[in-house]
């Protein structure tokens, strides 16, 4: 019987018959095979694992900076100026070590650092072989003049150097001209140039100037009209009310607009000019205004109309042809050209959209 046992297996003597049979013993038994079982299953998933990633992450290691999906054709947009050939030279040279599966914006941004015109690059891949790369600029507003030195700003306050100056940016004083890159110092400085950047560009080609007096910031425009923002506070809020004022047909003639309350914007005239509403009303004007004024708020008024730049040379001096003001309002949604006018300002004529009329005395 011993001999038989153990030369040969006994029919009917199986192990997984033979657990039920053994009681607990054999649940025990059961839950180590099984669990011997999984662990198995495990490690080799596991080790499996471990071997797989290696490979995939070095297969994507080379897809990745492989010739199949390298850059070579470059398509560059937002880029004008003096600088512009050497912008795209740089930002070329950068896209074409990168792939369309590898892109690194940061190298782009550090490739053109050295242009301040530069304010940010956004990168777009064109898979297999294509890259978008948008520039976006900031464009000089002022010219600062200091010692027979002269540099072009940005609206920001950066210095963008002597190439961007050009005849059509308004002057303005220094003391010093920073290095480029740098940006300018002093409030009254700084707060002309922030009020420049705001300008819309129609209006910022008639500006000649930024000065500061007894009504706070002055901006001159041509021909001597005069514009009041007094603080540089809520600059695109006096740049559509003057916008609504200098397109009203009762504004033309004025001498200045004075935008320091952007609600309660108004236009002021010459001692002895009547407003033209008074005058389509019966009044006869003593005094006629200065043609070179009318033409300049003529000129700007059938620019901003017509919703395009405004030409060099400015038209012949006549009345704009549009019958009411745009509506203006601020970002924070307040509208900026009220109806109303303070004491001592005359209203304006029935073509006004919110812009108020107010003799001077001087």
Same mark, same amino acid.
């Given at each position: ?64 900076? @492989?010739?199949?999906? @390298? ?18 030279a ?13 892109? @690194? ?6 490739a ?8 940010? =690059?956004? !990168? ?12 976006t600029?900031?464009l000089? =507003? ?17 210095? +963008?150097g ?14 010093? =001209? ?6 300018? !110092? ?18 910022l ?10 009504k706070? +910031? ?6 001597? +009209? ?11 809020a006096k ?24 609600s ?24 006629? @205004? ?39 309002t ?33």
């Open positions: 019987m011993d001999r038989t046992l153990a030369g040969r297996q006994v029919p009917g003597f199986h192990v997984p018959r033979l657990l039920p049979r053994l009681g607990g013993a054999g649940l025990g038994v059961r839950e180590r095979v099984s669990g011997a079982w999984r662990s198995g299953r495990r490690r080799f998933l596991l080790i499996a694992l471990a071997v797989a990633l290696p490979v995939l992450g070095g297969g994507w290691m080379w897809l990745r900076n @492989s010739p199949f999906v @390298s850059v070579r054709k470059v398509q560059i947009s937002g880029v004008h100026g003096p600088e512009a050939a050497a912008i795209d740089a930002l070329t040279e950068a896209a074409h070590r990168m792939s369309t599966l590898h892109l @690194s914006t940061s190298e782009l941004r550090a053109v650092a050295q242009f301040p015109v530069v304010r940010d =690059v956004r !990168a777009v891949a064109r898979f297999p072989h294509g890259l978008r790369i948008i520039v600029e900031q000089p =507003v002022a010219v600062i003049s200091a010692n027979g030195l002269r540099a072009a700003v940005a609206g920001d306050g950066m210095v +963008l002597p190439s961007f100056v050009s005849s059509s940016l308004p002057t303005l004083p220094a003391t010093s =001209v920073p290095p480029v890159g740098m940006h300018v !110092a002093g409030w009254t400085l700084g707060a002309s140039v922030s009020i420049l950047g705001a300008a819309p560009a129609p209006l080609r008639y500006v000649t100037g930024v000065s500061y007096g007894a706070g +910031l002055d901006v001159a425009m041509r021909d001597g +009209l005069n514009v009041y923002f007094g603080t540089p506070a809520r600059p695109h740049w559509l009310a003057l916008t609504a004022v200098l397109a009203d047909p009762s504004s033309t003639g004025a001498s200045y607009v004075d935008v320091r309350q952007p309660r914007a108004a236009a002021g005239f010459p001692s002895g000019v009547v407003p033209p509403a008074q005058a389509s009303s019966g009044v006869s004007e003593s005094t006629s @205004s200065s043609s070179s004024t009318e033409s300049t708020i003529a000129s700007l008024a059938a620019a901003l109309s017509a919703g395009s730049g405004v030409s060099a040379t400015a038209p012949a001096t006549s009345a704009p042809t549009n019958a009411g003001a745009p509506s203006a601020s970002s924070t949604g307040e509208s900026e050209a009220s109806g109303s006018s303070s004491t001592g300002e005359a209203e304006a004529g029935s073509g006004a959209a919110g812009a108020g009329t107010e003799s001077a005395s001087g």
